[in-house]
């Protein structure tokens, strides 16, 4: 078994998967320093439940927090009542309220006088005058609290992430302006890019490291599609992040590295080579739009075999911290079953008059509207499948294609086949507009 | 038109837009329309505004079988929840636009719409690039133009609309609107093809003008309305542009 100290390590080395500042908190506890970093999962919530998954799939009993500084993700991670918590930037000292004293990681002699002293909420703490504060509980106490409540800066030491292909520049004067970190940006990624170019790589994830000269440390991460070693476009990629950087007093010195690297076929210019010859190459606008969107909200919508239409599209990311673009397989719906251009999800209850069980109905009434109905085609009979739960075993639904007195044609579905209740209750949806 | 008066038309459009001439466009494949608008169809690498109710399926159609009979992939910008129902990609396909063809973007907002739609346009391979938005402001329809015509990427912006009313100007090329209207019952029971009524709002140098046709059909390809319902072949309306 190895000393805690190193198996909370080999988890921080891990952790760098999703952000480059991870920092050890012993001796239980990581900081991961998330910003500008969530949007490679689509959203700190996303990123959060990817976390959590995660680690309970490895068999470790975690409790996570989001916050705006390291000491209040620490409290409420320890302290904080429910699971997955994550703090609104501007609801940080609401959220610490609550929380008893000790959350604060007071000095020991403290926290016993807090306790005696009948203190028993981090609000009724910090609604003391701070003179007096200081004076009876150490100087260590109030940096304490002004930390977690983002009053006072928290640096917190980054473990060093073990990346040999890496541009440093250190700055005589520190930058403050966009431009001057704009133009260093460009100045580290081309040197990046000539080091990647002699080993014949390409980098897939980058992180930017801004160190500030109060110490603070702060880093941006950006992912391609694939392998890239385009200094412009690189570059663009980063900048589109800079404005999530707050040079506060002013950058020192910064860092970039190339976390995951692939080999590039050599010679092939990779600012303009084409995957496949006459088809354009694509990855540079999906590296763009991935990186400001997120990737979870980039992605093909391919064909799986089901009858059930919800279940007939599946979504494939175009990832960039997962393999790239795959081929495309060519394949397609059936083309002789006609489908709707907009699917409502869920279906939408109407109310609809049929003159017969079954047949389509002679009108209905969608979002308190009558539509009364001119020409009907169907029934489209589609079977419940019933490997995929009980309830579907004998559910059916009869797709009707109808079209109203304005000429607009919706998809409208009735639940069961209008005879075996077992079915179905007969009631009707709207589906789907063609 | 007259020849004189069309020779006349010809040069002062060379005078007012000269990089016009060089453009490509896409015929739409009937001749009543493709005569209407100017170059003989619908424009590449400029911005057209397709106007359609959120709860009928028919400019998404339009705007789907135009870029079926294009080659390339194509950048689809989906608008908040809101605004039109979620698309659902097998509709697309029975248009001609084949699944592997379509990048879907969830963009949310109009405004990121517009940005991501931007981004597109300035990738040269891209065959086109949709928007969803409830409206495309002067400024930035604007900006697309200028992106589209650098690439040469169709763009088109659907645009959801709530009542037809008074539209606010903007910079599109050509403005249209789908409505689906009712359809000749086909000689055997169930559906015939689907109808549109087509308007062109507005286009530059142009009558507004409507056409009845029918909707697109597999390959993306409209037809002429009028062999079942006798309905005319020439423009229903025709009166001058606003500008």
């Known amino acids: 078994m190895p000393a805690p100290d190193a198996s909370l390590r080999a988890i921080a080395t891990w952790c760098l998967r999703y952000a480059p500042l991870v920092s050890l908190d012993p001796p239980d506890g990581l900081w991961i320093d998330i910003t500008g970093c969530a949007h490679l999962f689509g959203s700190e919530s996303a990123l959060l439940a990817d976390l959590a998954a995660r680690l309970s799939a490895a068999g470790l009993a975690a409790r996570v927090a989001i916050a705006g500084t390291p000491g209040a993700a620490h409290a409420l991670a320890r302290f904080g009542v429910g699971r997955d918590i994550i703090v609104p930037a501007d609801g940080l000292a609401a959220a610490l309220a609550p929380l008893p004293p000790a959350a604060l990681r007071l000095p020991e002699e403290a926290a016993a006088l807090v306790a005696r002293l009948g203190i028993t909420s981090i609000a009724a703490l910090s609604a003391l005058p701070r003179g007096p504060l200081t004076r009876r509980f150490g100087a260590a106490t109030l940096s304490r609290l002004d930390q977690a409540l983002g009053r006072a800066p928290e640096p917190i030491s980054p473990l060093a992430s073990p990346v040999p292909l890496a541009a440093h520049r250190a700055f005589t004067e520190p930058l403050l302006s966009a431009e001057a970190l704009a133009a260093a940006i460009g100045t580290l990624s081309s040197a990046l890019c000539q080091t990647l170019e002699r080993k014949g790589l390409g980098a897939r994830q980058l992180d930017l490291f801004f160190e500030r000269i109060d110490r603070v440390v702060m880093a941006v991460r950006i992912g391609t599609v694939r392998p890239s070693r385009d200094a412009l476009h690189l570059s663009k990629l980063l900048l589109q992040h800079l404005e999530e950087v707050d040079p506060g007093p002013g950058i020192a010195a910064m860092r970039l590295a190339a976390r995951l690297a692939e080999p590039i076929a050599a010679g092939a210019t990779p600012a303009v080579f084409s995957s496949d010859a006459g088809k354009p190459d694509l990855s540079m606008l999906l590296d763009r739009l991935a990186n400001r969107f997120g990737p979870a909200r980039l992605y093909r919508a391919l064909p799986l075999e089901s009858d059930v239409p919800e279940r007939s599209v599946r979504r494939r990311t175009v990832c960039c911290h997962l393999p790239p673009l795959a081929p495309s397989s060519g394949k397609t719906w059936p083309p002789h079953l006609p489908r709707p251009s907009r699917l409502l999800s869920p279906p939408e209850p109407v109310s609809a008059l049929a003159l017969l069980p079954d047949h389509p109905p002679a009108q209905f009434v969608w979002r308190g509207k009558r539509h009364r109905l001119t020409a009907a085609d169907g029934p489209e009979r589609i079977f419940g499948e019933w490997w995929k739960s009980d309830s579907e075993t004998f559910a059916v639904r009869d797709y009707f294609r109808v079209e109203d007195e304005q000429g607009r044609r919706f998809w409208l579905y009735r639940r069961g086949d209008g005879a075996n209740p077992a079915t179905g209750d007969g009631s009707w949806f709207l589906h789907g507009f063609f | ?243």
């Not at chain 2, 088109?156 to 709530?162: D, I, M």
């Open chain 2, 1 to 243: 038109m007259s020849p004189a008066l069309a020779q006349l038309h010809a040069r002062i459009q060379r005078l007012e837009r000269p990089a016009e001439r060089r453009r490509e466009v896409l015929a739409f494949g009937l001749a009543a329309i493709d005569a209407h608008v100017p170059g003989g169809g619908l424009a590449l690498g400029a911005v057209h505004e397709i106007a359609g109710s959120a709860a009928d399926g028919a400019a998404i159609l339009f705007a789907a079988g135009l870029l079926a009979r294009l080659s390339g992939p194509v950048l689809w910008c989906h608008g908040t929840r809101g605004l039109f129902p979620p698309l659902f990609p097998p509709g697309l396909a029975g248009a001609g636009l084949a699944p592997e063809r379509v990048i879907h973007l969830e963009a949310g907002t109009g405004k990121a719409v517009l940005l991501a739609m931007e981004e597109g346009l300035g990738q040269p391979g891209l065959a086109g690039v949709v928007g969803e938005l409830s409206h495309l402001p002067m400024l930035a329809s604007r900006r697309l133009a200028l992106a589209a015509e650098t690439s040469g990427v169709l763009a088109l912006a659907l645009r959801a609309e709530k009542e037809e009313g008074k539209i606010a100007p903007n910079a599109a090329a050509t403005r249209w609107r789908v409505s689906p209207i009712p359809a000749p019952r086909p000689p055997w029971p169930g559906l015939g093809r689907a109808l549109w009524r087509l308007d062109l709002i507005r286009c530059r140098g142009r009558a507004a003008a409507s056409w009845v046709v029918e909707a697109c059909d597999a390959t993306g390809r409209l037809g002429m309305a009028g062999l079942f319902s006798g309905r005319s072949r020439t423009p229903l309306r025709e009166q001058r542009a606003g500008a």
